[in-house]
């Protein structure tokens, strides 16, 4: 009995030192997995930056503006990323708003198509679709593009009220902020006709007042990104919404 009890408790003994090792090594692997994961998904997102900006200096106008557009989007998952983690919802809806800003800056990007920068826009082009097949994209009938996109531009308009911009360009803020607002709550309901046709109208008000918002390079450095963020939201609107 006392030998049928030893070798039971050698063939345990045995049987856990075994498993052991087993058991440690997963996290190690699953730790591995993760940082070569968030290293992957970094290396994508700078290498985005570093083609943008290489663009750049071909560029001009209201052009700068879409670009520094994409700019932000991809800045925006790397900070992100910093803060709260690669797999968190935060991070997830940044990376969503990262694939439609470039998703639907096709026409943008062949019009800035040149020798000098056809192969870096193809680079970009083929990092976006990897992100897309890694995350996912909703491609529901009715997404809400166009609620997010003139939230954005409003919570913009709110902030440079406030600033140093002239007086011109304040009350024309102030004037469009109703017409921003009735867009917001219509399309809260998705990117339907009525969403569409409310926000033409914003679209071709805003236009009209980039000769003003321009000049505000000169002005103020300090509320010009601003102003050149509301001018590639509403660029991107027109490519999004075929008016342009």
Avoid at 30 to 58: C, G, N, V
């Amino acid at each position: 009995m006392q030998l049928y009890r030893f070798i039971l408790t050698a063939l345990i003994l045995a049987s856990f030192q075994l498993a052991t090792p087993l058991r440690a090594e997963t996290p190690d692997n699953t730790k591995t997995f993760i940082a070569d994961e968030l290293t992957q998904s970094i290396a994508a997102l700078k290498e985005q930056l570093a083609l943008l900006r290489k663009i750049e200096p071909w560029i001009e106008g209201t052009d700068k503006a879409r670009l520094f557009l994409l700019s932000k989007s991809t800045q925006n998952v790397l900070d992100s990323i910093e803060a709260h983690g690669l797999g968190n919802s935060k991070t997830f809806h940044a990376y969503q708003h990262l694939i439609v800003s470039y998703r639907f800056s096709t026409s943008f990007f062949e019009m800035i198509r040149s020798d000098r920068s056809q192969d870096k826009i193809a680079k970009l082009v083929n990092i976006t679709q990897k992100i897309a097949e890694k995350h996912g994209f909703d491609d529901s009938p009715y997404t809400r593009i166009i609620e997010n996109t003139f939230r954005q531009m409003h919570k913009l308009f709110v902030e440079l009220e406030s600033s140093s911009v002239s007086t011109p360009l304040k009350k024309a803020f102030e004037e469009l902020r109703p017409m921003l607002g009735n867009v917001i709550t219509i399309a809260t309901q998705g990117d339907r006709p009525k969403a569409f046709a409310e926000g033409k109208l914003v679209y071709h008000r805003i236009r009209e007042l980039y000769p003003e918002m321009e000049k505000e390079e000169g002005r103020s450095r300090a509320v010009y990104p601003a102003i050149l963020e509301i001018i590639g939201l509403n660029e991107f609107y027109g490519e999004y919404s075929q008016e342009k």
